[in-house]
Each structure stands twice: as structure tokens, then as C-alpha cells.
């Protein structure tokens, strides 16, 4: 079964918990602090993908860092219509009214999220129903 998101990676700081084992240090471009600056969190699941991240906005997912990778430059390399790449601001300098729009945002991807989950739950379970009527018939 999927996991949903944490609801607060909209926040820096919770972003910044999410690398765990993250293969940069601080001397390195892409370092933990620049990567959440840059509206990523990390979605590794072990060691073969240490440098996977995800962000919490446009859900972009890369992996395949290198030391002197620039966090807003593959951001917006990669993904140049995310509205947090577009406004290029640190979570300390948005204004009030632009942060609220990340967070509405955020909030309608998580739901969107949920509702595909939601959906694929139910198409397993009606598959699994579907096989027990079949097996009743014979």
C-alpha cells in the first residue's frame, strides 16, 4: 500500500528531516540545508537510492547528484513550470500571501494524492471480489 505524504513538507525545516542518509555533506552544493532551500525532501528508500528527492510542490523526482550540483539550477532545469521554482524564493523571504498559495497548493496535490490512492484501493479490492464471484461459479 502507498504512504501517504507528511503533510508539512511545505516547511523547510521539515524537509530538511527528511535526508536521513543523505551522501553530500556541508562542503558540497547539494547539501541537505541548499536541497530544502529548493523545495526538495528525500524519498530514498536505502543506500541504492540515497540521492533520490522529490518536490513537495510540482512532486518533480530526481536522483543522481553530484557534488557540485546546484539544488535551484536542476530544479528548474528539470522542472521549469513549478510555481515554487517560478516565484525563486527562500521560505524566509516569501510574503505572507505567496506562502499561503504554496500551502493551498500543497494541500490540493495531497488530496489529489489521496484520492489516487484512494482509487487504486478500490480497483484492488473490487479485482479481489470479482475473483472470489468467479470462483464461486465453477
Known amino acids: 500500500m502507498e504512504q501517504l505524504e507528511n503533510r508539512y513538507l511545505f516547511l523547510e ?3 530538511v528531516k527528511s535526508f536521513k542518509n543523505w551522501p ?3 562542503n558540497n552544493k547539494c547539501n541537505i540545508r541548499k536541497m530544502a532551500e529548493a523545495g526538495f525532501y528525500s524519498i530514498a528508500t536505502g543506500v541504492h537510492d540515497a540521492d533520490a528527492v522529490k518536490c513537495f510542490l ?3 523526482q530526481l ?4 557534488p557540485e550540483d546546484d539544488p535551484w539550477a536542476e530544479h528548474k532545469s528539470h522542472s521549469p513550470y513549478c510555481a515554487f521554482v517560478q516565484l525563486n524564493k527562500r521560505e524566509d523571504d516569501l510574503l505572507l500571501p505567496e506562502f499561503l498559495s504554496f ?3 500543497y494541500m490540493k496535490n495531497e488530496i489529489r494524492n489521496r484520492e489516487e490512492i484512494a482509487i487504486k484501493q478500490i ?3 473490487a479485482k479481489k471480489v470479482w475473483r472470489r464471484i468467479q470462483k464461486s461459479r465453477k
Open 58 to 60: 510540482c512532486g518533480k
Open 103 to 105: 500551502v493551498l497548493q
Open 13 to 15: 525545516d521539515e524537509r
Open 63 to 66: 536522483d543522481g547528484w553530484e
Open 24 to 26: 553530500y555533506n556541508d
Open 123 to 125: 480497483n484492488q479490492e
